[in-house]
């Protein structure tokens, strides 16, 4: 943060003036333009320099805050600028000597004080501008969740989708305009909310919600169940799965390239190892396509990119991955392809084919790494009695290149 910026990012609170430090004061004061949406505009009715209101979409704002380069600004944004807000978009356009911040409360933090919860152990959510189902991973009975919407309707839609995932019994308490004279929170079940439809609730607003009810819990480890994907038979099994996550290996900040996605299972098993690691899964069926980005919708993974056409065309135009899963599409070319394109990245390669195992075989004395074939059975009735029913034998081949 520098100490003689041409722009400050303020954070406000409902409570308006009132609620700011002697620094946000001062900048306010010394200010030749303000900048901010209509909301945040009239919480500051005595302003003495110039006001602007902040265009919508977002990002038209951000063009004209830059043609403002060079004289005293104040941009406005929401509690913490820096948490769900304005802050990192704007930050990332300018050098570090152009601005600097002052952050009021978080809505997080203010419900969790009006609750007693606490914020550490509280699962902090953005869907003002996300789906609803960013939730999934984090419903378990007795999880504590603040979640910001966009508008009114969030709360209803809010418990729509908590019933809908069988945890009808939540407990919500939707908060309008926390720290302001209009502040307001009510508490109703889940399934209460639903309803009673016709109650209306006023931006700004968050909801914290304690999770409760029977609904399916996502299990943390890799692997999981083969139906929480839609898929069409073409599927990486939970078991090789489960193997092929770990030997691939996801750490945070990392970009996989998963070649042959099928349901994009082990693409959207990698996001959720991680809020902070990328995907990218090519797919040359278009309905297959469709079905990992459907998949990547409804288990709560926004951060995936899905690739429809033939990986040897479209490697060429992605960004470099760390590690790369090839489930499917294997052939000498994609192999040669890869050894020039994601020079240094972890590649985890599966075979079912003897063709496709003896061209693993063939890479892997050039190259070195593990080898490792898979057999695996599985107990199934055989007359009044069980037997072991073998899947087909899956080579692994794992390298750095």
Partial sequence: MSEHPWLTIIGLGEDGPD????????????????????????????????????????????????????????????????WFGAGRVLARELAPEEWRAFPNLSCFALAANRLGWALESTTCLGCHAAPLSRLRPHLYDGARLIVTLRDGMGPEALATYLGAQCFAESRLHVMEALGGPR??????????????????????????????????????????PDDWFDHDGQITKRPVRALTLSTLAPRPMEHLWDIGGGSGSVAIEWLLAHPMTEATTV??????????????????????????????????????????????????????RLSERAKGARLVANAVTLES????????????????????????????????????PIVQWSVTL
């Fill in 19 to 82: 609620g700011l430090s002697p620094a946000s004061l001062a900048a306010l004061e010394a200010a030749e333009i303000v900048m901010g949406p209509p909301r945040h505009l009239s919480l500051l009715p005595d302003l003495h320099g110039e006001t602007r209101v902040w265009p919508v979409p977002f990002a038209d704002g951000v063009a004209q805050l830059m043609a403002l380069r060079g004289r005293r600004v104040v941009v406005l944004a929401s509690g913490d600028p820096f």
């Fill in 357 to 392: 195992e003896m061209l693993l075989t063939q890479w892997q004395a050039r190259l070195g790494g593990d080898l490792l074939r898979l057999a695996l059975s599985e107990a199934t009735p055989l007359g009044r009695k069980r037997g072991w029913r073998s899947s087909y």
């Fill in 283 to 336: 797919e040359i069926d278009p309905a297959r396509a469709e079905r990992i980005t459907q998949n990547a919708a409804r288990l709560g993974v926004d951060r995936l990119r899905v690739e429809q056409g033939d990986a040897l065309e479209v490697i060429d135009r992605l960004a470099p991955p760390d590690a790369v899963f090839v489930g499917g599409g294997l052939s000498e070319a994609l192999l040669q």
């Fill in 183 to 224: 502040e307001r929170v009510t508490s109703w079940t889940a399934a209460g909310l639903e309803d009673h439809a016709e109650t209306e609730f006023t931006a700004p607003l968050c909801v914290a919600v304690a999770v409760a009810g029977a609904g399916r819990v996502m299990p943390k480890a890799g692997g999981l």
